[in-house]
């Protein structure tokens, strides 16, 4: 069985007028268990159709999706959702929470998806969000966060289904120098004490270094570029 | 629910706007309708609670009792027909009592009488006092009503444009008839009302206005073809065919539907917008695992709690308007149309969320990547 995350020859294609574009060209990428890769690119380079296709929100025209074993390009709209659910962990940029929902139900919410919370689903999410250094704000509601704090508890929804992917989009957009590398680095420590496949697609260079390989996207095309040639 | 509940709680401004008026509408709706059932058991109550199954009329008096003319001797073939236990003829005609000789405005009442066959199933109970006896036929029993307006037990009063005048033996309750309060007499006694200008009975034998039966099942259209010159409809065919009972129904149900469509779309679109509003917010939970079902159920719990408790506070509202209001309005609440209606404005506005639910369900994950390439 392949662990992780493992894309072989994914194309996406869109129908531009007459043209084709292909925001997607033959994209190949195996991301182990523990390993945290970044993908780099220019604006409108195909990062995000390329974490669409990895995150099961979008169907590859062509090519293979295998995420820890199992092929998600043949399946239907609510397998997706169940693959999204169990499967994934999506970090996405600042202020993508529920306003409405204090960081521990931001977690709860997320074991409600799939049916009733338990009390150790309960204690689960709380010793989570105090491993990441929220458990002072488990009452607190997203609008009485700071930006860090914020991504942490994104990080921590992204974890309480104990996925095996995490990917992460921009997930440092918003903060400034030092709560962008702190935000990274915790992402990264957890991914390898968690043992998780991740992928962070960023434009932030400054935070490669907390990345195992790094790989740059362009026009569709991705390919591994040497962590010395970016530093 | 979770969310459902979460979201009312943090956004109360927002919800206890509209829950106020959904509130305003469903007292409304409640306030209506007890009207309506009020207008209309002034305007036929003496008809509603008549213990009798179908009606004879004239052929050709569109089922009311103004316009129809029989003789009494159908009573004695109408009683051999299939199915029917009892029968027993009936007259009405309007008049006005006046207290003693009294020529205040205040002292005329409007009443309506109405002749039966003393101790027949058409007599009503009587609440105080005494019933009618064939042999005293100037001892009348009047609707409780009357009591408001100053007569007593054992008062007499005189009919306007008459020189015959009628004691009250008895009070009975419930008993109106064209909103007005209902007399019963002797029906010898109606007919020398009825009748008083010579030729107005048109040489009819023992005229009545109708004859009422008893008997489940009567079988209308072989009293119809066996007796002719008659019309034989049933007690609620009756009820409708008397005089402005339809329209002054039809307006208030006319009212009942225009609020009913109201509230529909009030909070159809209300949760439209709303789910517009938070479009971003549902495509991230859908982009981290959520399904339709889940957040769908979201948004109509939410639609449920806030009509339901909407529709109790109108309801309370309702009950304790009527508690203030003062004793001549035709108010009259009927806990089973209340409940009715409750239904009725839930489902409606369930169904009007479900075009929200419709959106949930089209807006796509992808959204929540902040751009879509």
Same mark, same amino acid.
């Given at each position: 069985?392949t662990?992780?995350? #493992?894309? *072989?020859?994914?194309?996406? @294609? ?23 890769? &970044?993908?780099?690119?220019? +604006?409108?380079?195909?990062k995000?159709?390329?974490? +669409?296709?990895?995150? &099961? ?21 609510k ?13 996405? #940029? ?41 458990? *002072?704000?488990?009452?607190? @509601?997203?609008?009485?966060l700071?930006?860090?704090?914020? #991504? ?36 990264a ?8 496949? &991740? ?15 790094? @790989? ?16 | ?23 305003l ?27 009798? !199954? ?6 050709g ?73 064939? !042999? ?5 029993? =009047? ?10 037990l ?7 444009g ?35 200008a ?24 072989t009293i119809?073809?066996?007796? /002719? ?9 009756? =009820? ?18 225009f ?9 159809g ?19 981290i ?5 889940f ?14 408790? /909407? ?14 209001? $003062?004793?001549?309005? $035709?108010?009259?609440?009927d ?29 796509? $994950? ?5 751009? =879509?390439?």
């Amino acid at each position: 069985m392949t662990e992780g995350l #493992q894309i *072989t020859a994914a194309s996406k @294609y869109y129908d531009e007028g007459l043209n084709r574009i292909a925001a997607l060209d033959r994209v190949s990428i195996k991301v182990e268990p523990g390993e945290f890769v &970044a993908v780099v690119g220019p +604006s409108g380079s195909g990062k995000s159709t390329f974490l +669409s296709v990895a995150g &099961a929100l979008l169907k590859a025209s062509e090519g293979e999706v295998i995420l820890h074993g199992k092929d998600i390009s043949k399946l239907s709209g609510k397998q997706l959702s169940d693959v999204r659910l169990h499967e994934i962990g999506f970090i996405m #940029q600042a202020s993508n929470l529920v306003p409405y929902l204090n960081v521990l139900d931001q977690l709860l919410v997320v074991k409600r998806m799939s049916g009733k919370v338990r009390a150790a689903d309960k204690a689960m999410a709380i010793k989570l969000l105090e491993e990441l250094g929220l458990g *002072t704000k488990l009452k607190s @509601y997203p609008e009485e966060l700071s930006g860090g704090e914020k #991504q942490r508890t994104a990080i921590a929804r992204a974890l309480i289904n104990d996925p095996n992917v995490i990917l992460a989009d921009e997930p440092t957009a918003s903060l400034d120098t030092k709560r962008a590398h702190e935000v990274a680095s915790l992402i990264a420590h957890e991914v390898r004490t968690r043992h998780k496949a &991740a992928i962070m697609v960023t434009h932030d260079e400054r935070l490669l270094t907390y990345c195992d390989k790094i @790989y740059r996207m362009e026009d569709g095309k991705l390919s591994l570029a040497e962590l010395e040639s970016i530093h | 629910m979770f969310l459902a509940l979460k979201e009312l709680r943090h956004s109360r401004t927002r919800f206890l706007m509209i829950a106020i008026i959904f509130v305003l509408i469903s007292w409304l709706v409640f306030i209506l309708s007890g009207l309506g059932n009020g207008l209309s058991t002034l305007a036929a109550s003496t008809f509603k609670t008549m213990r009798a !199954d179908y009606v004879v009329f004239e052929q050709g008096s569109k089922a009311s009792m103004s316009k129809s003319l029989l003789s009494n001797d159908l009573s004695a073939k109408l009683a051999e027909m299939p199915n029917v236990s009892a029968v027993s003829p009936m007259g009405t005609i309007m008049a006005s009592a006046i207290k003693g000789s009294s020529k205040l405005n205040e002292d005329k009442v409007d009443i309506a009488i109405i002749g039966i066959n003393p101790g027949s199933f058409l007599e009503p109970a009587i609440i105080e006092g005494t019933g009618l006896t064939s !042999d005293q036929m100037t001892k009348v029993i =009047v609707n409780e009503t009357m009591k408001d307006e100053g007569f007593k037990l054992g008062d007499t009063f005189q009919l306007d444009g008459s020189t015959e005048s009628l004691t009250i033996v008895g009070f009975v309750k419930n008993q109106t008839y064209n909103h007005v309060a209902a007399v019963f007499t002797p029906i010898e006694e109606w007919r020398k009302l009825a009748f008083a200008a010579p030729g107005s009975d048109k040489g009819v034998m023992d005229p009545v206005n109708a004859i009422m039966l008893q008997g489940k099942d009567i079988d209308r259209n072989t009293i119809n073809e066996q007796l /002719s010159g008659t019309d034989t409809v049933t007690r609620a065919a009756a =009820v409708q065919g008397m005089p402005g009972y339809k329209e002054e129904n039809g307006t208030i149900m006319m009212m009942l539907v225009f609020l009913l469509a109201i509230s529909a779309f009030i909070i159809g679109v209300f949760f439209y917008v709303f789910t517009m509003q938070k479009s971003n917010q549902f495509g991230i939970m859908k982009a981290i695992g959520a399904k339709n079902g889940f957040l769908g159920k979201a948004v109509v719990s939410q639609v449920f709690v806030l009509s339901l408790s /909407s529709i109790i506070v109108g309801i309370l509202l309702t009950y304790g308007t009527a508690a203030i209001m $003062p004793q001549s309005m $035709p108010f009259m609440l009927d806990t089973k149309l209340v409940f009715t209606y409750s239904i009725v404005l839930l489902v409606i506005s369930l169904l009007s969320s479900l075009v929200s639910v419709r959106t949930i369900s089209k807006i796509d $994950p992808l959204k929540a990547l902040g751009r =879509v390439e």
